[in-house]
């Protein structure tokens, strides 16, 4: 998905849900927010290795401007 943060747009992705059932409640599972480390990559090196932890964590993976 993209966004638009003060006038740049930004390729979010996100993978795993946010809640999972708890018995007769829902509840939230912690979030991993991953950033790459530098210009000309994007997310998709950090998939193979996190995606492992979407049963646990909601992981939202961010591409810097330009991406």
Avoid at 23 to 52: E, I, N, Y
């Amino acid at each position: 998905m993209h966004l638009s943060v003060n006038g740049a747009r930004l390729y979010v992705d996100i993978e795993g849900a946010g809640t999972v059932p708890d018995g007769a409640t829902m509840r939230d599972k912690p979030t991993l927010v991953l950033l790459h480390g530098g210009p000309g990559l994007d997310h998709s090196l950090f998939k193979p290795a996190f995606s492992q932890l979407a049963d646990v964590a909601q992981i939202v993976y961010i591409d810097h401007r330009g991406n």
